[in-house]
C-alpha cells in the first residue's frame, strides 16, 4: 500500500511543526504528542479503502487483554490487525520499552514503535528499520511506507476470497435451491421429509412460509455447515445443535440418492480453504467469533439479501455492545432500591434478536464466577429466527462459557423462534418438543432486563415494497391501540417499521412487571419524527426514567453526510442507544 507521502505534504509539515511547538512549551509527554502522530497514520489509512485505523485498539489474544496506542485492521473485520502502533515519548528508553511490551505479549509481525524522534519497525519478530526522524522527513516516510505495505499472505487471499464468496456464493445458492426443486419432484424420502420440516416451520415461524424459504434454509445449512466444523473445530456441532439434527434428517432423505453434499459445494472448496486458512491465524477464540461474523453478514449478502433487510443482517460494533452492557450494569446498581447487578440471582436478562450473540457472549464475561453456572443454565434467554446466526450464536455463546470454566454445558437458553410471537398465549409446537420447552421456560421467566439489536428494514423504501414484515396480532395490535391512536401523523406506515415493534413487544413483555430495563440500538427516526409522536408519549409513560443517545448518521437525510462512513454501523439510517428503567415499587 503507497502511502504516497512526500516531505512537503501538509501532514508531514503540520506533524514536525506540532511536534516542535508542544515540546518547546514543555508538553512533551506521550499524551500530548500521540496525536500529530496518529494524524499521519489516519491519513496514510485512507488510501485504502478497505482499512481502518482507530486509536485505543482492544485485542485479545490467548485470553489477554491488550491495549494498543492505534492499530491498523481490515475494515470488514476488525480481528484482521495488519499493523500496531505503540507510541513513547522522549524520556523513554524505547529499547526497554519494546522489551517489557513484548514480554506482554504484544505481537510481532508488524508493530511500530514511535517517540517524536525516531522509529524502530519490527516485522515478524526482526527489527527491520530503526532510524532517527527528529530532522529527517525522508526517514519518517520511508519507514511508514515499510509499516503500511506489509500484509500477511493469508489476510491478502482473504480479502479477496471473502469477495469472492459473496458473489460466488448467491450463483451456487441459486443451484443448489434448484437442485433441490428438482428432487421434490421425484425423491419421495425428500418430499416426506421436506414437508415434515416445512410443516414444522408453518408453526414454528410462520404459518404462509413458502417452499423458497424452507429451501434458503436448508441452502443456508449445507454452505455453512462445513465452517462451524473446521473454524471452530466443532465436528459435534450437527449432533449437539438441536435445531441442526431435525435439519439434517431433511438433508440425509436429500442425498439418498444422487445428490452428494461434497460434490456438489466442490466449486466453494478453494474459498473454504482460504477462510479456513486465515481463521487458523486466530489463535484466539474472540477473534475467531469477529471473523466469522463478518462470513455471516458477507454470505447473507451474497445469498439471501432480502433476509438480510427484512431481519436486520447487520453486525453490532462492539464498542456499542460494551457501552450498553455496562449502561445497564451501573443502572441496575444506582436504579432501584436494593443494589443490582448482571450477576444478581433475581436478574433473568434476554436479548430478543441474538443475532450471532455478541451482546450474549460479553454478559457472559461480565457475571462474577460464583453466579455464573446458575445463570448460564436457568436466567440468560435469547431468541433468534434466522438459521445460520442462531448456529453461529449458540457456538459462540457455549465457547464463552467454556472459555471461563473450561467445562462444556449445551446453552439451552436459546430459542429459534420469532420473538414477536412469544406474547401469544396459544401453545405450538416449535420445530421440536426441546425448542418448545425453552420457549415455554422463557414466557414464564422473569425478565428483568431485555437488551439487544431490534431489525429493521434498511432496503424496503415504500409500503408496496415486496419485503414487507410478517404481521403479529398481539403486537400490532398494541401498537396500533397505543401508538397509533394517540398520535397526530396522517401517514402513521413508519410505525410498522420491526424495530418498533421490538420497542411495543418490550413494554407489553415488561407488562406485569413492576421493574426492570430495556437497552436497544435502534434506527433513531422515532426521536422527531411526527408519525412518532404517540410512540414517544407512551415510552415517556411507560418507563420511569429514559436515557437516549443519538448517535445521528442518517446519511439519506443529511445531504452533507456521503456514503457511511457518518454511521456507526455503516448503514444510511440513523441511530441511537436507548435504555429506558422502569421501576414502580422497592424490590
Not at 435439519?247 to 473454504?272: C, G, M, P, Q, W
Not at 436478562?349 to 457475571?367: A, E, Q, S, W
Not at 415486496?466 to 410505525?495: E, G
Amino acid at each position: 500500500m503507497d502511502c504516497g507521502l512526500k516531505p512537503e505534504h501538509k501532514v508531514i509539515k503540520s506533524f514536525y511543526e506540532e511536534t516542535t511547538a508542544a515540546i518547546l512549551q514543555g508538553h512533551d509527554n506521550e499524551g500530548n504528542l500521540s496525536n500529530y502522530f496518529a494524524n499521519i497514520l489516519q491519513h496514510c489509512v485512507k488510501k485504502n479503502p478497505n482499512r481502518e485505523f482507530r486509536t485505543q485498539f482492544e485485542y485479545i489474544e490467548n485470553k489477554k487483554r491488550l491495549v494498543f496506542d492505534g492499530a491498523i485492521f481490515n475494515k470488514f473485520n476488525d480481528s484482521m490487525v495488519y499493523g500496531i502502533w505503540e507510541a513513547k515519548d522522549l524520556k523513554d528508553n524505547l529499547e526497554k520499552e519494546v522489551d517489557s511490551k513484548f514480554k506482554k505479549g504484544y505481537p510481532k509481525d508488524n508493530i511500530l514503535f514511535q517517540t517524536p524522534h525516531r522509529l524502530m519497525l519490527f516485522q515478524n519478530g526482526d527489527l527491520c528499520f530503526d532510524k532517527n526522524i527528529k530532522d529527517s522527513p525522508t526517514n519518517l516516510i520511508d519507514g511508514l511506507e515499510i509499516f503500511f505495505n506489509y500484509s500477511k499472505p493469508a489476510y491478502e487471499d482473504w480479502e479477496k476470497a471473502s469477495i469472492a464468496f459473496k458473489e460466488k456464493v448467491e450463483g451456487l445458492g441459486k443451484g443448489l435451491i434448484e437442485h433441490i426443486h428438482q428432487e421434490l419432484q421425484k425423491n419421495k424420502a425428500f418430499i416426506k421429509a421436506f414437508e415434515d420440516f416445512k410443516t414444522l416451520c408453518q408453526q414454528s415461524i410462520n404459518p404462509s412460509i413458502s417452499n423458497n424459504l424452507v429451501m434458503e434454509m436448508l441452502a443456508q445449512h449445507l454452505l455453512t455447515e462445513r465452517l462451524f466444523r473446521n473454524v471452530f473445530n466443532n465436528s459435534d456441532f450437527v449432533n449437539r445443535n438441536i435445531i441442526a439434527r431435525e435439519i439434517e434428517k431433511v438433508i440425509s432423505a436429500l442425498i439418498s440418492t444422487s445428490f452428494n453434499r461434497e460434490h456438489f459445494l466442490k466449486d466453494l472448496d478453494h474459498y473454504y480453504e482460504t477462510i479456513e486458512m486465515a481463521a487458523k491465524t486466530f489463535k484466539d477464540f474472540h477473534r475467531k467469533q469477529s471473523f466469522l461474523n463478518n462470513i455471516y453478514e458477507r454470505f447473507f449478502q451474497g445469498f439471501a439479501i432480502k433476509t438480510a433487510d427484512k431481519h436486520g443482517i447487520v453486525y453490532t460494533p462492539q464498542p456499542i455492545v460494551e457501552f450498553m452492557i455496562n449502561s445497564v450494569e451501573h443502572l441496575l446498581t444506582t436504579s432501584f432500591e436494593k443494589k443490582l447487578s448482571l450477576s444478581s440471582p433475581n436478574v433473568h436478562i434476554l436479548d430478543p434478536f441474538v443475532g450471532t450473540g455478541n451482546f450474549m457472549v460479553h454478559i457472559l464475561n461480565k457475571i462474577d464466577s460464583f453466579h455464573l453456572k446458575e445463570k448460564y443454565q436457568h436466567q440468560l434467554h435469547c431468541n433468534e429466527i434466522n438459521l445460520l446466526p442462531y448456529y453461529i450464536a449458540t457456538i459462540n455463546i457455549e465457547h464463552a462459557y467454556f472459555e471461563r470454566t473450561n467445562e462444556y454445558l449445551p446453552f439451552e437458553g436459546i430459542c429459534l423462534v420469532d420473538t414477536f410471537e412469544t406474547l401469544d398465549s396459544a401453545q405450538i409446537q416449535l420445530f421440536n418438543s426441546e425448542n418448545t420447552e425453552r420457549v415455554k421456560k422463557q414466557k414464564v421467566a422473569p425478565i428483568f432486563v431485555i437488551i439487544g439489536n431490534p431489525p429493521y428494514n434498511a432496503g424496503q423504501q415504500n409500503e408496496n415494497d415486496n419485503n414487507k414484515n410478517k404481521p403479529h396480532k398481539v403486537v400490532d395490535d398494541f401498537v396500533r391501540a397505543n401508538y397509533a391512536k394517540t398520535s397526530k401523523a396522517t401517514n402513521k406506515n413508519a410505525l410498522s417499521d420491526p424495530y418498533v415493534k421490538a420497542f411495543a413487544w418490550a413494554t407489553k413483555r415488561l407488562e406485569k412487571q413492576d421493574n426492570g430495563i430495556v437497552a436497544f440500538v435502534s434506527n433513531n427516526s422515532f426521536l422527531e419524527s411526527i408519525a412518532f409522536d404517540g410512540m414517544r408519549k407512551h415510552l415517556n409513560d411507560n418507563f420511569t426514567n429514559l436515557y437516549i443517545l443519538d448517535l445521528g448518521g442518517n446519511v439519506r437525510k443529511n445531504p452533507k453526510l456521503s456514503g457511511t462512513t457518518h454511521n456507526v454501523f455503516g448503514i444510511q439510517v440513523g441511530v441511537s442507544v436507548v435504555i429506558l428503567v422502569k421501576k414502580r415499587q422497592e424490590i
